[in-house]
């Protein structure tokens, strides 16, 4: 079976850091997957890790230590549009999916 | 990047009749697309797998005759909701796979939202 498990939510002010964790257990592993997921809306693609260490992409950076079953977002220079729901998903060619960390940045 | 569009993006309905959601990749095929379900304030739970020219493999509990999968070419899947009740309302997600420098990623449709009276 599948176990992804990651924060429920977070809050953060405007211009700060934040990071999400994720674990996970599954039976198979292609890479993990984050998504941003705004209300009422689908997921978009934010980053691909499928081999140890870390991807950076503009102000969002993802982490990954597969021997730790482990992940994490960090989310820099945070702005009012980052409030969002956050999702890790590991990829074993079909996506499994955590239930999503909502982030609500104050100003 | 790729775009995956769903048709309709969102249907009310009445109980006991059937609603048809397609999903195209509109720039690239893809031989597998994914059909996922989110309820209020939940994750995405993965449907089913429609496989190109062959049957849809669904997730356990996930019932085959009631979500009906037909994916007929290498850029459409359509997803049949039948005879549909309360219960089914939800957020229809479907995905497409595509390899990009070497890295597989799914793309995701813009969802459906259905409300069954």
């Known amino acids: 079976g599948q176990n992804i498990d990651q924060p429920t939510e977070m809050t953060a002010t405007e211009g700060a850091i934040v990071q999400i964790n994720c674990t996970y257990q599954t039976s198979g592993f292609n890479g993990l997957f984050w998504y941003q997921q705004h209300a009422g809306e689908a997921p978009t693609f934010l980053s691909y890790?499928?081999?140890?260490g870390l991807e950076e992409k503009g102000r969002f950076s993802s982490f990954l230590s597969r021997s730790k079953g482990y992940s994490y977002l960090l989310l820099k220079e945070l702005q009012m549009k980052d409030s969002a729901s956050y999702l890790c998903?590991?990829?074993?060619?079909?996506?499994?999916f955590g239930a999503g960390t909502t982030v609500t940045v104050r100003a | 990047g790729a775009v995956v569009t769903q048709h309709p993006s969102w249907v009310i309905c009445k109980s006991g009749t059937s609603v048809k959601i397609e999903c195209r990749s509109l720039?690239?095929?893809?031989?597998?697309m994914f059909w996922y379900r989110q309820f209020p304030k939940q994750s995405l739970m993965l449907m089913a797998t429609?496989?190109?020219?062959?049957?849809?493999?669904?997730e356990q509990g996930v019932e085959k005759d009631k979500f009906l999968i037909n994916h007929a070419s290498l850029t459409l899947s359509t997803l049949t909701v039948t005879s549909a009740h309360p219960e089914d309302s939800s957020f229809y997600i479907c995905s497409a796979r595509r390899a990009t420098r070497g890295v597989e990623t799914q793309y995701f449709g813009p969802g459906t939202r259905l409300l069954v009276l």
């Open positions: 890790n499928v081999l140890d």
């Open positions: 998903a590991v990829d074993d060619y079909k996506l499994s």
């Open positions: 720039d690239f095929q893809a031989t597998t």
């Open positions: 429609s496989n190109e020219g062959s049957k849809a493999t669904y």
